[in-house]
């Protein structure tokens, strides 16, 4: 059973999705601000936070920024147009996924279950399908104990930025595309939505490059999708 911190001032919409996401097995902790959900993880534990953009006071953006201040903890953030704009700034401020309202219980709750399933569905895979300690130049990953570290030095990754790394330095040298990072590491169909790739990518890069802007370790090729370097 998981435990899920939801954000949402709206209190129709936090009472239907804290209703229906309980009665798919999950323990929901309800608050309708961004302070008092900040405060709540301050106190206590989550799994993952399903987090509304449009709230009074402290809006989402901050409240998400200030989430990975504190962790690495997996964001779903909820948006009520599918705007580019909110949609790309929630993704870089760190959330890793999102759902456009009016909400489907169904939809939130497949991709909570699919964002909490990124470090345990690797972890099963790492004793057989990709173990041992890999090195690539500076960069070094435990594909078992799901460790990244720089120089020595420990990186700390969230779930989704540690699952799209372990994707795509699986095979050094080998491009994929958007739409096979989607599947393998979102978990979504057909067409999804490659802005969830590029952010994650973007902020993958800040943590584990030297020079974001000139990467090394994840590199793009036009036009087609990612690699991992160095070749």
Known sequence: MSQVLLIEDHQTVRDGLQLALTRQGH?????????????????????????????????????????????????????????????????????????VKPVQPRVLEARIRAVLRRTTVESRRADTERPGLRQHGALTIDRAALVVSKDGKPVSLAPTELRLLLELSHTPGQVLSRQQLLEAVWEHGYLGDSRLVDACVQRLRAKIEDEPSAPVFIQTVRGFGYRFGPL
């Not at 909110?86 to 996924?97: H, P």
């Open 27 to 99: 323990t929901v902790d309800a608050v309708a601000t961004g302070e008092q959900g900040l405060e709540r993880l301050r106190a206590a534990t989550a799994d993952v936070v399903v987090l509304d953009l449009m709230l009074p006071g402290m809006d989402g953006f901050e409240v998400c920024r200030r989430i990975r201040q504190l962790g690495d903890l997996p964001i779903i953030m909820l948006t009520a147009r599918n705007d580019d704009m909110d949609v790309v700034a929630g993704l870089e401020a760190g959330a890793d996924d999102y759902v």
